[in-house]
Structure formats: C-alpha cells, structure tokens
C-alpha cells in the first residue's frame, strides 16, 4: 500500500527513533574500528573502502540485522471514522506527525551516507539529548495540526559543515544525531598521512556549535554559540568520550547558561598512542598564554597609537574609529579578525552577485533587554549564516570576505548615514583610483567623486547618490586606516590610503600578530558556503497557490468573487525576471517584450494594472499583508468594472545559505463601465 509523503517521513522518524534505542550506530563503529585496526597491522593487505555489502554482511553474521527485524514489528492501527493512521511500534503509541516538524521541515534535511577513508582520521561526534532549557519548561502539547518551534544545531571544523534535524523545542530536546568530521592537518605532506596523536593535538581549531530556534513562521533567534575544545579524547583509553557541554546565552545573557548538550566524542581509527591528560592540558595552555600574550601586546599598541591619532586632532576623538568589536559570546576582538576573503566556490560567478546574495539575507539589529540604545554585536559569520539574518556590520562584514574573495581590493567602512545613525557598508578601491560604494543591505552600487571644498563655485561639483554622511574608518583582514582629512564627511574624502596625511594606518605586522589564519586557535576560520534547500519551482507554485487563496477570500469579504486569467498569470513572468536581473546586475532587460506581450493579451478597451513586490521571505501571510499595505495593490485587489480578470505570479530565485528572493506580481484587467 503506498503512504503518502508525510506518512513516509513520519515512519522514517519512528524507525531512526527505535535505532537509536538500540544502539545500532555503536555495532557498525565496533565493526568498522575492527576492521580500519586489521588494516593498520596487516602491512601486506591493500587497504579498500568498506563496501555497503561489506558491512551488511558481517552485520548479519553477528546476528544484528535479525535483532532489528525482531524489535520492528509494525500493525495497522486504524483511527477513529476509519481512517487509517501511520504504522506504529507495536507496544508503543506513536506520536501524531504534529510532535516532529512540518513535513517541508522533515523532507529539507535528508540523511546522507559518510564515505569512511581507512586511510584518514576521523572525529566522530554524537548529540545524544538536550537537557535543562528551562525557557521551554512550560511548553504546551501540540494541537493536532499545529507546527512547533524547533531547534537546528550548526557545526562547523575545518571547512566542513553540518545541520541536524529540526527537533520539537523542549526542555529535553531529543537530539540524536552524529556528525563524521575529517581531522588532517593542512600543510604539504601532512595532508596525505593519517593524523597520529601528536598532529592531532596541534590542531587548536575548535568545532564551531551553533544552536538556531525556528518559530512556526519561520523567524529564527540564535540561541547559543559554542566553541567546543574537542582535544580531551585524546586521553582516553578507548578513544570514546561522554561530556556534559553547556550552552551558554547570546550577549548581554552570555554568562547565563541556556541549556545542556549531551555529547559523546570519539576518533575512528582507534590511535594506538594515547596522550595524558598533562600532556593536552599543558598544550592547551601553551595555546592560550601565547594568544594573551599576543592579545596584550596589541592593546598595547593600539592604545598608543589612539593617543597618536588624538594628537592631529582633539576632535578625532568624536569619530567613529572601531578598533575592537564584541562577537555573540560578548568577547572583544578586532575587527579585522571578522573578516577573512571567501571563496563562494561555484554558488556564486561575479561579484555582484555575491552582493545580491547578502542583500537577500534578513536585516535585524541586535537585540536588547530594556530600552536605551541597542546593542551593538558583530556575529561570527558561521553564526550570521545559521540564523540567516544580522545587523549591517554582518552584512558589511560578509560582502567584504566574498569581494576579497573574488580578488577585489575591499574594505568595510564605519561611518554615519542619515540622521547621523551609525551605519557600515563595503569599499571597492580599483587600481586606477576608482572608488565605488556597495550597500550590503540593498545591493546597491555607488561610484564616489570627492568634492573638493575650494573650487570655486562656477565649477560643477558632482551630486552625490549614496545615503552615506561620516565615515571614521576602513579595514579589511590585512588593513586598518582612521581618517585624519579635517573632515570626515564622505563628500569630501579622498580614498588615497598612502597619503599619511589622509589616513592613519596601523601597524600590518600587528594586525598580522592577532588577526593571522595561524594565531586565531579560539576562532574558526571562514566556513564556505553551503547551497541552497529549496526548490524554486516546487516553492514558487506553492506560494502562488497560497497567495491565490488569500487574494480569493479577500475579495470574498468585500463582496466581489474572483475570476483568474491564467494566461495573463504566465506574462508576469518576464517582467519578475527582469526585476531580479536588474537587481543583481544593474542592467534592465526584456521590458520592451513585456510590453508587447501585455498589449497583446490586453483587449481593447481594457485596462492593465500591475504591482510588482519583493520579499525575502516565503510566508504567505506576511507577504500579502505588507501587499495589502500600497493603495495599487488594494486598488487591484479590489478591482470592480466589467469582465474583471485577477492575476498572481510569484517567482523565487534561491541563493546560496538557503537565502531567496521573493519576488510577487499582482495584476488586474477590465473594461470600466464609466
């Protein structure tokens, strides 16, 4: 009998549920460990890849496969009115689909097969349960039908990048998962050996664990950032570790624990040598009195040369000069250290679509318990990318590793826009002088031309575009420059960084001492970017036939009924992807086509109305209310004359992180009866 697609990841859950009760992930590591053991000492023996095969078959001969048929016993149940239900455990009662996720949410992460190297290390981390969130300790059964806000937990090591299953929030969340992460070191030579004890131990990088909450509307809040020192398995025995590891707040809540991580550690291959516990504590600490120090003497030095750059000008101390910024975990670091250049790999082709790309994720400033101003915090950019939204200097921050990343020279800018409101955004500087303005939020371009304040006034001074008013200044991962010019409007500053008279430079071998990729071991480099989830076109039609309903029931109750004209639904199309190209690459293409197209779908005597709007978000809900908001839209929406005819197009464009563009056109056709 074929199940329904819910219906099939439900049972997919049940199954993974009862294996994991059994424990089945610790016979096939015995089995693997076993036999990664018989190739390490038979020096004659070609070591291969386990096969499937392989696997299946040594699994039946200890006997595991027939234990897992004997635990699975599946029965019919039937509900009440006859309908059937999912299977179920027999002797347990299964959980209505309500206690898991969504099925959008079930069917976006699927489980992936680990293709094992016996000839490389391996760091095996399991999440075996969540403990002690208390803020969810009152939560509510579900209803039948209503979706639950879930927890998703991010891990990032070394360039390698993971997510779990969305689980149910709760004050236990049921955590299961396992994440296989590749430990080798990166130089030349060392890349190709299996890692001992010893390399093992000089890789300081932390896993970067990431703890995001998705509400039923899909807003998401970073919960927790957690940097876990994994190098303690190296002195146990049996290379297999269970630690407690706590959560701890975002902020100015990051000294108040939020909840409990079960975890358990081990590395596949076994090592045959095993450290001490003094061995690793005294590494460890090496690591972290060297990092001090280095830290200390760049106070050191940035403090006087602030007492230098306030020695041009008393009034320098007035302008927005960052040298230190606070990450999610309320530690101070320097801006350089957030940005890094960053390699899109083939998710992204040009520059400006990088840019596109980071307009498209969520703005939201940081939040604040209280009133006053709000707080500033600068995210690490694993954790930007996870909850998929953040302030500008996260969006500034990001555009700038993508440009650098795609060999451009750019900086980010701390400076001011209107209303004298503190603001960052990215610097291209070319090698003939050029200077263009990337608005990180927006995606806009701007080319800047200083203005010179003594020409005289019959010389035409060219009309600035951006919103930028101050800026005080600019850095990159290599460079920091504090403007010194005797103003620091943006209109009349000249971007020539040589100038010592312009700009004030520091020191690059002490940005170089802190901000390094080899003296950074408490922070993870740059992880690379992940594609996209969603199918666009299952997306798309999904979102129009949910903005068709809410458009019908709208017009329901003001009175009108609602005939669409599907034809006229698919000439929207055109117009969508012009706007979306226009937006990534400044060029406006194809409207003389859809012009023609509509003239020719429009009768005589009729009148053509549209409204073209972008999201970056896909709820249907939110989208058709902020429509609703434009006269034009509710004057097509409420549309009354003679042969009235409604279109909808929606279109979404996917990018890299899950990130899209939403981009929605109402439209109506009619003969007036005036």
């Known amino acids: 009998m074929a199940l329904p697609p819910e219906k099939i990841a439900e049972l997919k859950q049940i199954i993974h549920g009862q294996l994991n009760q059994m424990n089945i992930q610790s016979h096939i590591h015995d089995i693997l460990s076993e036999s990664m053991r018989e190739d390490d000492t038979s020096s004659s023996r070609q070591q291969e890849d386990i096969t499937e095969q392989q696997l299946l078959q040594v699994l039946r001969d200890r006997g595991v496969v027939d234990d897992i048929m004997r635990n699975l016993q599946f029965e019919r149940k039937q509900q009440m009115g006859g309908a059937s239900r999912a299977p179920g455990l027999r002797g347990d009662e299964p959980k209505p689909a309500t206690h898991f996720v969504d099925e959008g949410s079930k069917l976006a992460v699927p489980l992936k097969k680990a293709h094992i190297d016996p000839t490389r290390r391996y760091l095996y981390m399991q999440v075996l349960g969540g403990k002690a969130f208390l803020e969810h300790l009152q939560e509510p059964e579900p209803l039948p039908g209503q979706t639950l806000s879930t ?32 430990l080798h070191k990166e130089s030349g030579g060392d890349a190709a050996r299996m890692a001992d004890s010893a390399s093992m ?105 602030w007492r230098e750059f306030l020695q041009i000008r008393p009034t320098h101390q007035n302008r927005l000069v960052k040298i230190f910024a606070q990450d999610e975990n309320s530690t101070n670091r320097p801006v350089c250290a957030f940005v890094r ?13 990088a ?21 500033e915090l600068w995210s690490s950019t694993h954790a930007f990318l996870c909850k998929n939204k953040g302030d500008c200097e996260d969006h500034a921050v990001l555009l700038c590793s993508l440009l650098l990343g795609f060999g451009l020279n750019a900086f980010v ?50 009309i600035p575009q951006y919103p930028y008013r101050t800026v005080g200044c600019v850095f990159n991962h290599q460079n920091f ?28 071998d002490a940005i170089e001492s802190v901000c390094g990729p080899k003296n950074l071991p408490t922070w993870p480099n740059l992880p690379p970017l992940v594609p996209s989830i969603y199918d666009a076109a299952l997306m798309s039609n999904d979102l129009e036939l949910q903005i068709r309903a809410l458009v019908v029931d709208h017009r329901k109750d003001i009175g009108l009924t609602t005939v669409w004209d599907d034809e006229l639904s698919y000439l929207l199309t055109p117009a969508l992807a012009a706007y979306e190209l226009e937006r990534t690459t400044g060029v406006s293409a194809g409207n003389e086509e859809f012009q023609h197209a509509i003239r020719r779908a429009v009768p005589d005597g ?13 709820n249907a809900r939110r ?10 839209c509710q004057e097509i929406l409420s549309c009354r004359g003679d042969h009235v005819r409604l279109a909808v197009r929606v279109r979404i464009y996917t990018y890299p992180e899950s990130a899209c563009a939403v981009w929605i056109m109402f439209a109506c056709k009619y003969r007036s009866v005036l």
């Not at 009729?606 to 073209?612: E, I």
């Not at 989208?623 to 034009?632: E, G, I, K, N």
């Open 606 to 618: 009729h009148t053509f109305k549209g409204f073209p709007i972008q999201f970056i978000h896909h």
């Open 201 to 305: 131990l000089t890789i300081c990088d932390p896993v970067h664990l990431v703890l995001v909450k998705t509400d039923p509307s899909g807003d998401t809040t970073l919960v927790s950032s957690h940097h876990l020192e994994w190098r303690t398995v190296l002195a146990i025995d049996n290379s297999r570790q269970n630690l407690p590891v706590e959560l701890m707040g975002i902020g100015a809540e990051s000294k108040v624990p939020v909840g409990l991580l079960e975890m358990r550690l081990e590395i596949l291959p076994r090592p045959s040598q095993v450290l001490t516990d003094d061995v690793i504590s005294t590494q460890i600490g090496l690591e972290r009195n060297r990092t001090a120090e280095r830290e200390r003497l760049f106070l050191v030095y940035a403090k006087q040369w």
């Open 623 to 632: 989208a058709f209310a902020t429509s609703l908001r434009s006269a034009v």
């Open 151 to 182: 927890f998703i937990l991010h891990v990032h090591f070394r360039g390698q990048r993971f997510r779990s299953r969305p689980v149910p929030c709760a004050c236990d969340p049921d955590f299961q998962e396992g994440f296989l992460l590749e």
């Open 481 to 508: 420059y504090a403007n010194s010019q005797p103003s620091d409007n943006v209109d009349v500053c000249r971007f020539d960084f040589h100038d010592e008279s312009l700009w004030k430079a520091m020191s690059m």
């Open 355 to 375: 840019s596109r790309f980071v307009s498209v994720i969520g703005y939201e400033r940081a939040p604040a318990v209280g009133g006053g101003q709000p707080r």
């Open 413 to 462: 800018c701390v400076g001011t826009k209107a209303k004298s409101a503190a603001h960052s955004w990215v610097m291209t500087l070319a090698t003939d002088g050029l200077v263009t303005f990337w608005e990180s939020l927006t995606g806009h371009r701007y080319i800047h031309h200083a203005i010179n304040p003594d020409d005289p006034p019959i010389i035409d001074q060219p």
């Open 341 to 353: 250049p960053l390699r899109a790999g083939r998710l992204l082709d040009t520059s400006r679509q």
